[in-house]
Each structure stands twice: as structure tokens, then as C-alpha cells.
């Protein structure tokens, strides 16, 4: 099946998309998509795919993210920001709530985080602080910045869904390799943690945030929008900034703006970007990606990108 798909990302999230309004696949079909298009080994590569799908009566459009093991996500903010610019565009409008898997987005193309820049905020959330939405059996009601035994016996866990799950450790530095460790167990699927969990540690710095993820169903990745969403909220719950106060959270992709209420609202601003549009054939049996046709390049958007990341 050939498909017409975009690369994009959203502040290094990179994502192929698919305008899926009219597709009929199955469930199964489109985690083998999944699969054969996020392969970094293969022709594409990617975080993950994203989908573009009709809305409901709430929203104008909907996302589908769907990890590359073909996971299907509850949300990926960096992603709703793609999705919404390409909703946008469809239908000639620039707000619009996005339906999520088991929420709500909502989003309007904002001022350019930094020139040439294509810029959306969104707002997500409430956030939740029960762990028995998760579950996490043997947890406390909630988990604010304390000690989860069964994953570690020393480090200090704060535990937010976004509506994902999000598991946020404040660092002084951060230590990749002990963040793999503690996200493979995570990603195990342990008897206390049957639906796995995105593990973030992060540094204050200053104002700002640095939030480095292992995200369920992708592994180490440069950037997670619901993990800076998550980590906001966090730092704002446990005083390490302020509520309503807007900061700059840093990843290895870039950055976005954000604030976090007591509401549990999560507002995040940053970049929709266009690399490439083309299409490809996928092999729905074998789950493989092959004949890659690259009809359109974007270069003064990546190269706007790229400016924006050093500041």
C-alpha cells in the first residue's frame, strides 16, 4: 500500500505523517505501518508515526500517534503539534482542539518561537496524581518527589499523567546510563507496573528545565512533548518553579516555552516543522518500507530550525 507522508518534528521529535482521514486500516495493519516506517534502519525512520484522523464533536481533527514498536499512545505532545499544523492547513483555519486516544488538546498557531519557525501552542491536560489510574501496584495514593522501591530504593520519583504515564526525577546532572537502566525496567512491564511508563530525569537550570526521557515504546529519545509537559508540572507541584510562570524546557531536540496551573493545565509552545513530503510503499505482510519518492524539501524550515536551536 503506498501512502502520501510529511517528515516532520516537533522540537527533534521526528515523526512521518499521515493524512488518515480517508484510510480504512485496521488496528493491526496500522501498528505493522508503524513498525516498517520507524524503522531507523529502514527508509524512513522516525519516533514513532503520526496520524491525522477525523474529529468528533468536540474537536475539528484528531491525532493517532503510534510508537515504533506500534504501541498506540494516550498523547505525544511535540506530535499534536504537528498534526494540528496540518489540520490547520487542510481545513483553513489556525485553532482547533485535537482529539487525543483519551483526551483532549488544545491548539492555535502561535507567534514564532524564533524566525521562520512554524509555531503552535497547545494546551493539555489536566494532569493526573492517582496512581491507580496507572496502575502502580504497591504505590502510595499519589507519588510526589518520593521513593518508589520497586524501582529504586534511593532516587526520588514524582508520578503525572498527561494523560501518559510519566515518571519525573529531578537531577543535578543527569546520568544517561543509569536512566536506561531504571527505563528497561520500566519498559519491562513489570507485575507493579503492568502498562509501563515514560521515565524522565531533569535538571533545573536556573528557570529552565533539561529533560532527558526514556519513553515507553521508543526507548532514549531526544525529545517527548507529554515528558516536558509532565516534567513542567512536576517542578511546579514539588516548588521548584513557580506556577503560571513561563519557562524555556530544554531537551536534546531543542526546546519549547511552557507554564503548568494548578489546574492541572499544561500549556506548551514550540515548533511544527517540515523536513520533506513525499510517499512510499509499505508491505502490509512484511511490515517493510521500500520505493521512498521524496517529492518536496523544506530546507529554509530546518535551516530556521537549526537557528533557533543555538539560540
Given at each position: 500500500?503506498?501512502?502520501?507522508?510529511?517528515?516532520?518534528?516537533?522540537?527533534?521529535?521526528?515523526?512521518?505523517?499521515?493524512?488518515?482521514?480517508?484510510?480504512?486500516?485496521?488496528?493491526?495493519?496500522?501498528?505493522?505501518?508503524?513498525?516498517?516506517?520507524?524503522?531507523?534502519?529502514?527508509?524512513?525512520?522516525?519516533?514513532?508515526?503520526?496520524?491525522?484522523?477525523?474529529?468528533?464533536?468536540?474537536?475539528?481533527?484528531?491525532?493517532?500517534?503510534?510508537?515504533?514498536?506500534?504501541?498506540?499512545?494516550?498523547?505525544?505532545?511535540?506530535?499534536?503539534?504537528?498534526?494540528?499544523?496540518?489540520?490547520?492547513?487542510?481545513?483553513?483555519?489556525?485553532?482547533?482542539?485535537?482529539?487525543?486516544?483519551?483526551?483532549?488538546?488544545?491548539?492555535?498557531?502561535?507567534?514564532?518561537?524564533?524566525?521562520?519557525?512554524?509555531?503552535?501552542?497547545?494546551?493539555?491536560?489536566?494532569?493526573?496524581?492517582?496512581?491507580?489510574a496507572w496502575p502502580i501496584h504497591g504505590a502510595p495514593e499519589q507519588l510526589?518527589?518520593?521513593?518508589?522501591?520497586?524501582?529504586?530504593?534511593?532516587?526520588?520519583?514524582?508520578?503525572?499523567?498527561?494523560?501518559?504515564?510519566?515518571?519525573?526525577?529531578?537531577?543535578?546532572?543527569?546520568?544517561?546510563?543509569?536512566?536506561?537502566?531504571?527505563?528497561?525496567?520500566?519498559?519491562?512491564?513489570?507485575?507493579?507496573?503492568?502498562?509501563?511508563?515514560?521515565?524522565?530525569?531533569?535538571?533545573?537550570?536556573?528557570?529552565?528545565?533539561?529533560?532527558?526521557?526514556?519513553?515507553?515504546?521508543?526507548?532514549?529519545?531526544?525529545?517527548?512533548?507529554?515528558?516536558?509537559?509532565?516534567?513542567?508540572?512536576?517542578?511546579?507541584?514539588?516548588?521548584?518553579?513557580?506556577?503560571?510562570?513561563?519557562?524555556?524546557?530544554?531537551?536534546?531536540?531543542?526546546?519549547?516555552?511552557?507554564?503548568?496551573?494548578?489546574?492541572?493545565?499544561?500549556?506548551?509552545?514550540?515548533?511544527?516543522?517540515?523536513?520533506?513530503?513525499?510517499?512510499?510503499?509499505?508491505?502490509?505482510?512484511?511490515?517493510?518500507?521500500?520505493?521512498?519518492?521524496?517529492?518536496?524539501?523544506f530546507p529554509d524550515e530546518i535551516a530556521a530550525w537549526d537557528a533557533a536551536?543555538?539560540?
Open positions: 500500500m503506498r501512502f502520501a507522508i510529511v517528515k516532520c518534528h516537533g522540537s527533534g521529535n521526528d515523526f512521518p505523517m499521515i493524512d488518515a482521514r480517508d484510510l480504512s486500516l485496521s488496528e493491526t495493519e496500522w501498528a505493522g505501518v508503524a513498525r516498517a516506517l520507524a524503522d531507523r534502519a529502514g527508509p524512513v525512520g522516525g519516533d514513532g508515526i503520526l496520524l491525522l484522523v477525523p474529529g468528533d464533536d468536540r474537536a475539528a481533527f484528531g491525532m493517532v500517534m503510534r510508537n515504533s514498536d506500534g504501541s498506540e499512545a494516550e498523547t505525544c505532545l511535540n506530535g499534536v503539534r504537528c498534526v494540528a499544523r496540518a489540520g490547520f492547513e487542510a481545513l483553513g483555519i489556525d485553532a482547533a482542539t485535537v482529539r487525543l486516544k483519551t483526551s483532549h488538546a488544545d491548539a492555535v498557531r502561535d507567534a514564532e518561537l524564533s524566525p521562520g519557525v512554524y509555531t503552535v501552542r497547545e494546551t493539555a491536560g489536566p494532569a493526573g496524581l492517582s496512581t491507580a510526589v518527589d518520593a521513593v518508589l522501591p520497586m524501582l529504586d530504593g534511593t532516587r526520588r520519583f514524582t508520578a503525572v499523567t498527561m494523560p501518559n504515564p510519566h515518571l519525573v526525577h529531578f537531577v543535578d546532572q543527569v546520568d544517561e546510563t543509569e536512566l536506561v537502566r531504571l527505563g528497561r525496567i520500566c519498559e519491562a512491564a513489570p507485575e507493579w507496573l503492568p502498562n509501563r511508563a515514560n521515565l524522565s530525569f531533569v535538571e533545573l537550570r536556573g528557570d529552565a528545565l533539561f529533560v532527558r526521557t526514556f519513553e515507553r515504546g521508543v526507548g532514549l529519545t531526544d525529545s517527548c512533548g507529554s515528558a516536558m509537559a509532565a516534567s513542567t508540572y512536576a517542578a511546579c507541584l514539588t516548588g521548584r518553579i513557580a506556577w503560571d510562570r513561563p519557562t524555556v524546557v530544554f531537551n536534546r531536540g531543542g526546546l519549547v516555552r511552557a507554564f503548568a496551573g494548578q489546574d492541572g493545565m499544561v500549556t506548551l509552545s514550540g515548533n511544527a516543522t517540515y523536513e520533506w513530503a513525499g510517499s512510499i510503499s509499505v508491505d502490509l505482510a512484511t511490515e517493510t518500507a521500500s520505493d521512498l519518492v521524496v517529492e518536496r524539501r536551536k543555538r539560540g
